[in-house]
């Protein structure tokens, strides 16, 4: 089993900026990433980020967000700045370990316009 744990989340204007953090409880050698939830609606991928450090982003947030990963502390953050209110979401952390899925519980980010 593996855990994640979401934290940076909060209340923010819009062009402001957060920055995202997940610590795994092991190693990930694999591809983490960030994902996101609006009420009604499934995840929507937002960026991953491989052990080598390969990013992808989706078009939405691409030139805004940064996905980064500190191996050494088994943590990825994403920056996000520019903040638009169609961010607004609950975001979640997803490791893939030996061909398993984690999920962590999530943290919310709420734009204000």
């Known amino acids: 089993q593996v855990q994640l744990v979401e934290s940076g989340g909060g209340l923010v204007q819009t062009g402001g900026s957060l920055n995202l953090s997940c610590t795994a409880s092991?190693?990930?050698?694999?591809?983490m990433g960030w994902y996101r939830r609006t009420p009604g609606k499934l995840f929507d991928l937002v960026a991953t980020?491989?052990?080598?450090?390969?990013?992808n982003y989706a078009d939405a947030v691409k030139g805004r967000f940064i996905i980064s990963r500190d191996n050494a502390k088994n943590t990825i953050f994403l920056q996000m700045n520019d903040l638009k209110v169609e961010d607004t979401a609950d975001y979640y952390c997803?490791?893939?370990?030996?061909?398993?899925?984690?999920w962590g519980r999530g943290t919310q980010v709420t734009v204000s316009s």
């Open positions: 997803n490791a893939d370990r030996r061909g398993s899925l984690y």
């Open positions: 980020i491989t052990w080598q450090g390969t990013t």
């Open positions: 092991t190693t990930i050698f694999s591809t």
